[in-house]
T-cell receptor
Framework: QQQVKQSPQSLIVQKGGISIINCAYENTAFDYFPWYQQFPGKGPALLIAIRPDVSEKKEGRFTISFNKSAKQFSLHIMDSQPGDSATYFCAASGSGGGADGLTFGKGTHLIIQP | NAGVTQTPKFRILKIGQSMTLQCAQDMNHNYMYWYRQDPGMGLKLIYYSVGAGITDKGEVPNGYNVSRSTTEDFPLRLELAAPSQTSVYFC??????????????FGPGTRLTVL
């Protein structure tokens, strides 16, 4: 049972465009929703994260939009650059004592064309 | 700080062999995790630990064992390697404040092939 569904699987965007990646979750106990960025041969690195008490969080060119009623959240990359080309994972974790590991989506391979 | 370190970076095993993947962190984090990443499948949690001497199973623990004798180290043991364990393994850690909002920091990974 996949608890976090991510789409699209791959995405090609022109330089300067907006990249949008969507995720949906099933477990209403989730209370933390991070996005991770991974370059080839490297470990995932936290990009931005949100909690369900806010509907949007922005850090530079990266924005998370969160819709609690729909159980969906998305990553928007504004003014996309070739250096943003990477694999992006959405994830979620619950509040079960704080020991939770992350439940990951399957990832989106993003290519920014110059 | 070196952060989260993992050794080896690459390893090829024969079916039935055993090995230990090493993970260490120098950030004095309480919580540590092992994930495996398969192509197109995201990362799945194998085991985690909330402190020295305390470990618990994640989503895909079969075929693996862990131990946590110190705060810094969290080795992952494969006893009888199988082709299904071919994957990239990531160790992660976080401080752990009782909430699930702490950042998890990932190591560079170990790419394991079982032939």
């Amino acid at each position: 049972q996949q608890q976090v569904k991510q789409s699209p699987q791959s995405l090609i965007v022109q330089k300067g465009g907006i990249s949008i990646i969507n995720c949906a979750y099933e477990n209403t106990a989730f209370d933390y929703f991070p996005w991770y960025q991974q370059f080839p041969g490297k470990g995932p690195a936290l990009l931005i994260a949100i909690r369900p008490d806010v509907s949007e969080k922005k850090e530079g060119r990266f924005t998370i939009s969160f819709n609690k009623s729909a159980k969906q959240f998305s990553l928007h990359i504004m003014d996309s650059q070739p250096g943003d080309s990477a694999t992006y994972f959405c994830a979620a974790s619950g509040s079960g004592g704080g020991a939770d590991g992350l439940t990951f989506g399957k990832g989106t391979h993003l290519i920014i064309q110059p | 700080n070196a952060g989260v370190t993992q050794t080896p970076k690459f390893r090829i095993l024969k079916i039935g062999q055993s090995m230990t993947l090493q993970c260490a962190q120098d950030m004095n984090h309480n919580y540590m995790y092992w994930y495996r990443q398969d192509p197109g499948m995201g990362l799945k949690l194998i085991y985690y630990s909330v402190g020295a001497g305390i470990t618990d199973k994640g989503e895909v623990p079969n075929g693996y064992n862990v131990s946590r004798s110190t705060t810094e180290d969290f080795p992952l043991r494969l006893e009888l390697a199988a082709p299904s364990q071919t994957s990239v393994y990531f160790c992660a850690s976080r401080k752990g404040t009782g909430k699930s909002t702490d950042t998890q920091y990932f190591g560079p990974g170990t790419r394991l092939t079982v032939l």
